[in-house]
């Protein structure tokens, strides 16, 4: 398998760009800085040509303990789409060992869940035991050749099962880590455009025309609405007609009111979802 040089930063790093084709950038959820789009499409000028955006679950409570974390997963999602990632883009779910040794197979399944339901190509980033869980997922390993803060030459090819493998943490200074990406899959370019397998590989000094991204099959999904929606309706009030009632979209800070929906649309959904593996 051909592979890319990458790296990933928690805020831009514009002296670093130079000699990566690919770039992790963290957009949504528990993240001390979201990128912005400018400074997304400035990797372009470091030579990047490729951006896997990331989004980060709380690190302060177990958010999985509940519908298996469904609600939270969703949120993030939503986070993504408001965001602006365009529809057939990969989203990449940052899980950190602490947290990985915790969670099980029914949530990474959720994650596949929410991102192919909102036309998103579902990754996994994480230690080995923990994406040795998953079924669903493009995977990216989180796995150090060398101590943290060391930097190291990078591995000739990827582990089996794996699209991403970061080798080496907070190098330069803390400021990124190391990895490589798997040649001839589908990218996010700066501009926020999509770009398929066939146009990602190493030969390429810049891509070519962007393939438009077939849209995902709706037949049978459940509603926005009804993944994600609740009844703001005090219990006293007067009865209202259908056409007048006012759902509310729920919201990340607010999940813990999902679940009794969120399952019913997950169940829905797991049919859906299996289809595609």
């Known amino acids: 398998m051909e592979i890319l040089k990458g790296a990933d930063s928690a805020v831009p790093q514009p002296g670093l760009y130079p000699g990566h084709d690919v770039w992790g950038v963290y957009i949504a959820g528990a993240t001390p800085h979201a990128w912005t789009h400018a400074e997304v499409a400035a990797l372009r000028s470091g030579g990047v040509r490729g ?5 980060v679950p709380s690190q302060k409570e177990e958010w999985w303990l509940e519908n298996e974390g469904y609600g939270v997963l969703e949120g993030l999602v939503r986070e993504a789409v408001a965001w602006g990632l365009p529809h057939g883009a990969p989203l990449v779910l940052d899980v950190e060992e602490a947290q990985s040794v915790k969670i099980g197979s029914g949530t ?6 929410a991102c192919l339901a909102h036309g998103y190509i579902p990754w996994l980033y994480g230690p080995a035991g923990f994406l040795a869980r998953d079924h669903w997922c493009h995977h990216w390993l989180a796995s150090w050749v060398v101590a943290s803060g060391v930097d190291h030459d990078p591995p000739e090819k990827l582990l089996a099962n ?5 080798y080496a943490g907070n190098v330069e200074g803390g400021r990124i880590d190391r990895d ?3 040649a001839r899959h ?3 370019t700066p501009e926020r ?5 066939q146009y990602m590989n190493p030969a390429e000094a810049a891509f070519g025309t962007p393939v438009p991204v077939p849209e995902a ?8 609405e009804e993944v994600a929606k609740v009844e703001d309706i005090p219990a006293d009030a007067e009865p209202v007609a259908q056409e007048e009632a006012k759902p509310a979209v729920q919201t990340v800070e607010a999940a ?4 009794d929906l969120t399952a019913a649309a997950k169940a829905k959904l797991h049919a859906w979802v299996d289809s595609f593996f």
Do not use: D, K, R
């Open 51 to 55: 951006v896997l955006p990331i989004v």
């Open 108 to 113: 990474c399944h959720c994650w596949a869940i």
């Open 162 to 166: 794996y699209l991403g493998w970061q």
């Open 180 to 182: 490589i990406f798997a």
């Open 186 to 188: 589908t990218y996010l």
């Open 193 to 197: 455009t999509i770009v398929t397998e």
């Open 217 to 224: 099959p709706t037949s049978g999904l459940p509603t926005a």
């Open 256 to 259: 813990e009111e999902l679940p």
